[in-house]
């Protein structure tokens, strides 16, 4: 964890902290590679390289790591088994989260909206997050004033989980005034971010945030929304990512719901009832216990299944294979081949292997 970290803190973007960590193996090789190990490895060049090494030089691994285990905060990366799996499916997927609270693996629809609503709005955002509770859903959001605070504290009323994506570190309260909900959500669901603790939430972090709360959702709703609200910003995340976007109609001259409308003429679907918009995300929801169900696992004989659940995302050397499964060294090298064959995995370089789906 302590190099895993110490790599997340680097300037670089996620796809290269990713790249780097296939090609290395670990954080720690990477930690100790030297210049021309890296050019090498052609992933990062020129000045960012100068960059990175005059970075690595500064930060003292130890002391950083110390400091940040003395916040009481959680972290977890990309290859981790509690990461949400959700978001590996995407470009730019974070190479790591920062996390207080619980995390959980289940359906999550996203809640977004206008931050001065209308009583309208309220109602609406209410009534929708009670009855996505009551069906089982988790509600993922920005903890936002207006529609995103009123549908994360009515998930907390009903008994249900919620899930806040911060453009900000998670030690940082924002809005300030919902400190009470930020604290009910750490103690009752989980607030998470890609920004680093004590970060301070600036403007140009939010539309990154925002491609957060739709890769983690099932769908996106914007419950009331201006013309050029930010909460169309998700909705632009959520059509880039092939989710479904649903938004609350409103009156034609009503400025809180002409981003709505527009949502709608655009191709979203009108939410016209509680009740029908629980028939159409019925049709589309993974059930919450086979979420990350993995149909490529029954299919394999038991000496390759044992071989491939004990690979992840990151390379894993021929010699900790055979520690794990506790199989010959011929019979797992046996497995290998059939799983390359197959495609479910790859050498990444000589007896360093990573799983591809």
């Given at each position: 964890?302590?190099?895993?970290?110490?790599?997340?803190?680097?300037?670089?973007?996620?796809?290269e902290?990713?790249?780097?960590?296939?090609?290395?193996?670990?954080?720690?090789?990477?930690?100790?590679?030297?210049?021309?190990?890296?050019?090498?490895?052609?992933?990062?060049?020129?000045?960012?390289?100068?960059?990175?090494?005059?970075?690595?030089?500064?930060?003292?691994?130890?002391?950083?790591?110390?400091?940040?285990?003395?916040?009481?905060?959680?972290?977890?990366?990309?290859?981790?088994?509690?990461?949400?799996?959700?978001?590996?499916?995407?470009?730019?997927?974070?190479?790591?989260?920062?996390?207080?609270?619980?995390?959980?693996?289940?359906n999550?629809?996203?809640?977004?909206?206008?931050?001065?609503?209308?009583?309208?709005?309220?109602?609406?955002?209410?009534?929708?997050?009670?009855?996505?509770?009551?069906?089982?859903?988790g509600?993922?959001?920005?903890?936002?004033?207006?529609?995103?605070?009123?549908?994360?504290?009515?998930?907390?009323e009903?008994?249900?989980?919620?899930?806040?994506?911060?453009?900000?570190?998670?030690?940082?309260?924002?809005?300030?005034?919902?400190?009470?909900?930020?604290?009910d959500?750490c103690?009752?669901?989980?607030?998470?971010?890609?920004?680093?603790?004590?970060?301070?939430?600036?403007?140009?972090?939010?539309p990154?945030?925002?491609?957060?709360?739709?890769?983690?959702?099932?769908?996106?709703?914007?419950?009331?929304?201006?013309?050029?609200?930010?909460?169309?910003?998700?909705?632009?995340?959520?059509?880039?990512?092939?989710?479904?976007?649903?938004?609350?109609?409103?009156?034609?001259?009503?400025?809180?719901?002409?981003?709505?409308?527009?949502?709608?003429?655009?191709?979203?679907?009108?939410?016209?009832?509680?009740?029908?918009l629980?028939?159409?995300?019925?049709?589309?929801?993974?059930?919450?216990?086979?979420?990350?169900?993995?149909?490529?696992?029954?299919?394999?004989?038991?000496?390759n299944?044992?071989?491939?659940?004990?690979?992840?995302?990151?390379?894993?050397?021929l010699?900790?294979?055979?520690?794990?499964?506790?199989?010959?060294?011929?019979s797992?090298?046996?497995?290998?081949?059939?799983?390359?064959?197959?495609?479910?995995?790859?050498?990444?370089?000589?007896?360093?292997?990573?799983?591809?789906?």
């Amino acid at each position: 964890m302590k190099y895993k970290y110490w790599l997340h803190r680097m300037y670089l973007s996620n796809q290269e902290k990713w790249n780097l960590l296939q090609a290395f193996g670990s954080a720690e090789r990477i930690l100790g590679a030297g210049e021309e190990e890296l050019e090498d490895a052609s992933i990062i060049k020129g000045d960012r390289l100068q960059q990175f090494l005059a970075q690595r030089e500064r930060f003292d691994v130890d002391r950083e790591y110390e400091k940040f285990q003395e916040l009481g905060i959680g972290l977890t990366f990309r290859m981790e088994e509690d990461f949400p799996r959700m978001l590996l499916h995407y470009a730019n997927c974070p190479f790591g989260l920062y996390y207080r609270g619980t995390l959980r693996e289940m359906n999550l629809m996203a809640m977004v909206g206008a931050r001065r609503c209308s009583q309208y709005g309220k109602l609406m955002a209410k009534s929708i997050s009670t009855a996505l509770v009551q069906q089982g859903f988790g509600i993922v959001s920005g903890m936002a004033r207006g529609i995103d605070g009123i549908s994360q504290r009515t998930a907390i009323e009903e008994g249900g989980y919620t899930l806040a994506v911060l453009g900000s570190g998670v030690d940082v309260c924002y809005p300030p005034e919902h400190k009470g909900l930020y604290q009910d959500i750490c103690n009752r669901g989980c607030i998470i971010s890609e920004f680093h603790p004590g970060t301070e939430p600036l403007k140009e972090h939010f539309p990154a945030r925002n491609r957060l709360i739709s890769g983690l959702s099932t769908g996106v709703i914007v419950v009331e929304a201006r013309e050029k609200s930010g909460s169309l910003i998700t909705a632009d995340f959520a059509l880039e990512q092939g989710k479904d976007i649903y938004a609350v109609p409103g009156r034609m001259t009503d400025p809180m719901s002409k981003g709505c409308n527009r949502l709608i003429k655009n191709g979203a679907l009108p939410i016209l009832s509680v009740e029908e918009l629980l028939t159409d995300i019925g049709e589309f929801a993974f059930p919450t216990e086979t979420i990350f169900h993995n149909p490529i696992m029954e299919t394999l004989e038991k000496e390759n299944l044992l071989v491939y659940s004990c690979l992840d995302f990151y390379a894993i050397g021929l010699e900790e294979i055979i520690r794990k499964t506790n199989l010959d060294l011929l019979s797992v090298l046996s497995s290998i081949t059939d799983l390359e064959e197959a495609g479910l995995i790859k050498e990444v370089f000589k007896n360093q292997y990573i799983r591809l789906t």
